[in-house]
């Protein structure tokens, strides 16, 4: 089992920054390749970007390249997604997941976080 807790949302004005963290109980953290998912509004939910157990490899949806970059510390068991030039579109609540299994568009990840709230305001 590996329980997820995310921090770090909240209200900013469009091209501002945040960065969201995700905290997780897992024993090894590197067992487990980490993403995060968001979801808007009257939206299915949607993969944002994914990393390698290891950290050697990330991906990222297109929407976000260039702007958005995830990042994991294994010590410390979190996960972050530094989030820059935001804008309205990106508003969302945001989901961090783990699995065992490469996490990518197609995945629906065995473990979630209950999510953290990001608003752009125009």
């Known amino acids: 089992q590996v329980q997820l807790v995310e921090s770090g949302g909240g209200l900013v004005q469009t091209g501002g920054s945040l960065r969201l963290s995700c905290a997780a109980s897992?024993?090894?953290?590197?067992?487990?390749?980490m993403g995060w998912f968001r979801q808007a509004p009257g939206k299915e939910r949607e993969f944002v970007a994914a990393i390698s157990w290891g950290g050697s490899r990330t991906y990222n949806t297109d929407s976000v390249k260039g702007r958005f970059t995830i990042s994991r510390d294994n010590g410390k068991k979190t996960v972050s997604l530094q989030m820059n030039s935001l804008k309205p579109e990106d508003t969302a609540l945001y989901y961090c997941a783990a699995d065992t299994k490469i996490i990518n568009v197609a995945a629906t990840p065995d473990y979630w976080g209950q999510g953290t709230q990001v608003t752009v305001s125009s």
């Open positions: 897992a024993r090894t953290l590197s067992n487990y390749f």
